[in-house]
């Protein structure tokens, strides 16, 4: 019976996959959702969720095994190998997706799991396609455009996040290299849905439309560095879904690397401004050094918690990287799929922020 392996279930993107999955395979394909132990009663009630809202059509198809990527063998013992005999594409995006993570843990996890993905892909038999999801943010602090081509290129990284998920995409593309037939997507800072502003976790930048709900009006905000001349690259989780479930299928895609970026990203300032808008407020810019900033928020006792603002924020608001999409303009032309520009849904997030306000945030995929 053919499967499909999907890692990083129940998490954000990996939940909102499983349906287009589903759809553009036949019944006789399962989706298998590798699952950590401590997260299989979510992901039970996630699959009986997405097994409803598509009214049981598909009930059976989903099937979730426990096991551990940071094992060699997933922690799958003697279910591997008659596994790999039916695997004919696997979707990996499980990780650890939070900024202040230690050097140890994202390299157990984003560096050494994907090489233990790689390695089982290897051996399966009837794989077609090995799909990664990255980030965009494998650019490190790299000055200028960062195209779909470029990866290693001497850059220094913000943080341990972005360190090891680099060193998980050089480890896929060496693969590719030898012959694995695989695609790489680098999704930008990934929020909620633009139709819904639906999200599953609060981070990226939703500790700055908290900061400014706590406001009546005037919202004062730090200006790091130019305001005017530094971009935020955020995308809506459906647009980064939607992509990858498109691109996926197409055979030309194999080999290739899609950057679903926002290919007009705003300045900060009008990044700041959009989301102000959207919360009924006005920013003020209040000059600030960004190496002063970050000390004040590691230094001074409960700054980081009232503000929201995390240390490792502070670089992201002086980002010297831009990111083009040439292939995904190319692969996604005539589809209807593309990145919405953000004052076409930031009321959407908002909205759903004020109606949600003590949704947890979760560091998986």
Not at 52 to 78: F, K, N, S, V, W
Not at 152 to 168: D, L, S, V
């Amino acid at each position: 019976m053919p499967a499909i392996l999907l890692t990083g279930f129940p998490g954000f993107l990996a939940s909102r996959l499983a349906g287009p999955l589903l759809d553009r395979t036949d019944a006789a394909t399962r989706l298998v959702c590798l699952v950590q132990d401590k997260y299989r009663a979510r992901a039970e009630r996630r699959v009986a969720k997405i097994v409803r809202q598509r009214e049981d059509r598909d009930a059976g198809r989903i099937e979730l095994m426990t096991g551990d990527i940071t094992e060699p063998d997933l922690a799958l013992g003697a279910r591997l190998r008659p596994l790999q005999q039916e695997i004919t594409e696997i979707y990996h995006l499980a990780a650890v997706y939070d900024l202040t993570v230690s050097r140890e843990v994202g390299t157990r996890v984003n560096v050494e799991g994907t090489r233990h993905m790689l390695h089982v892909a290897e051996s399966c038999s009837e794989l077609r396609r090995f799909q990664y999801v990255s980030t965009c943010y494998v650019s490190g602090r790299y000055g200028g455009l960062f195209t779909e081509d470029d990866l290693q290129k001497g850059q220094r990284f913000n943080n341990y996040y972005e360190e090891t998920k680099y060193r998980a995409e050089v480890a896929v593309q060496r693969k590719m290299d030898e012959g694995l037939p695989a695609t790489v997507y680098r999704p930008g800072i990934v929020v909620g849905d633009s139709e819904t502003g639906a999200t599953q976790k609060y981070d990226g930048p939703y500790p700055l439309i908290q900061w400014m709900l706590r406001w009546d009006d005037i919202v004062p905000m730090p200006a790091l560095g130019d305001p005017a001349t530094y971009t935020v690259n955020v995308v809506p989780c459906d647009f980064v879904v939607d992509a990858i479930a498109h691109l996926s299928g197409l055979e030309a895609s194999e080999g290739r690397v899609y950057q679903l970026c926002d290919p007009h990203a705003p300045t900060v300032e009008e990044f700041l401004d959009t989301l102000a808008r959207a919360a009924d407020r006005r920013f003020l810019f209040v000059p600030v050094v960004p190496g002063l900033a970050r000390l004040s928020l590691q230094a001074v006792p409960g700054l980081a918690e009232y503000t929201g603002f995390l240390p490792d924020v502070v670089d992201y608001f002086t980002h010297p990287t831009t990111y083009n999409c040439r292939n995904v303009h190319e692969d996604l032309k005539g589809t209807g799929i593309a990145c919405p520009p953000l004052p076409s849904y930031a009321h959407r997030l908002v909205d759903f922020m004020r109606e949600h306000p003590d949704l947890a945030s979760e560091t998986m995929a």
